[in-house]
T-cell receptor, first 113, second 113 residues
Framework: EAQVTQNPRYLITVTGKKLTVTCSQN?????MSWYRQDPGLGLRQIYY???????DKGDVPEGYKVSRKEKRNFPLILESPSPNQTSLYFC????????????FGPGTRLLVL | AQSVSQHNHHVILSEAASLELGCNYSYGGTVNLFWYVQYPGQHLQLLLKYFSGDPLVKGIKGFEAEFIKSKFSFNLRKPSVQWSDTAEYFCAVNGDRDDKIIFGKGTRLHILP
């Protein structure tokens, strides 16, 4: 089954404790991205990647890092989480930049205390 | 810079009413346009998209949208809503000059049975 998976689905952590949210897709998609969803703000793109070893900043990259060492994986790293990063995070992928359908993962709900 | 504006943050309708959700974008080039839906507790799903061609596009579940280039608009419509259409709807834009995808802040639609 074609899908985007994220882990963990729920996470509670404390300020400053590094964490990684994994994202994996099994569709051989080139394009992957991370969003955060906050009430009243919609989805905002954090980082995106057009292919292996190619990443670029979205609209709200501060406080986040990503890597794309393999095509299928696109982890989101919070080196020193802060309470303002409490949010719902979605990973998404699509075949390439011209492919219209973007597949979203199930979301990771993060609470930073 | 790209931006997307959704005019209505909350919409409440009765079943069988007609729906139109507004979406305007700002971008100085060719755009790809999307509407996504997020049902309660679920991730985003693509409703419909416009890349080129006929500006009136039809999507799933009886939704359609019309791209009006002169008005920079891509409004979503449905002639007769159902209770199951209760969800949050997001308009999104992807410009041809970069790979960022910008989402609107979303419109919460609540259908009264």
């Amino acid at each position: 089954e074609a899908q985007v998976t994220q882990n963990p689905r729920y996470l509670i952590t404390v300020t400053g404790k590094k964490l990684t949210v994994t994202c994996s897709q099994n569709m051989n998609h080139e394009y992957m991205s991370w969003y955060r969803q906050d009430p009243g703000l919609g989805l905002r793109q954090i980082y995106y990647s057009m292919n292996v070893e190619v990443t670029d900043k979205g609209d709200v990259p501060e406080g986040y890092k990503v890597s794309r060492k393999e095509k299928r994986n696109f982890p989101l790293i919070l080196e020193s989480p802060s309470p303002n990063q409490t949010s719902l995070y979605f990973c998404a992928s699509r075949l390439d930049r011209n492919q219209e359908t973007q597949y979203f993962g199930p979301g990771t709900r993060l609470l930073v205390l | 810079a790209q931006s997307v504006s959704q005019h209505n943050h909350h919409v409440i309708l009765s079943e069988a009413a007609s729906l139109e959700l507004g979406c305007n974008y700002s971008y100085g080039g060719t755009v790809n346009l999307f509407w996504y839906v997020q049902y309660p507790g679920q991730h985003l799903q693509l409703l419909l998209k416009y890349f080129s061609g006929d500006p009136l596009v039809k999507g799933i579940k009886g939704f359609e949208a019309e791209f009006i280039k002169s008005k920079f608009s891509f409004n979503l419509r449905k002639p007769s809503v159902q209770w199951s259409d209760t969800a949050e709807y997001f308009c999104a834009v992807n410009g041809d000059r970069d790979d960022k995808i910008i989402f609107g802040k979303g419109t919460r639609l609540h259908i009264l049975p």
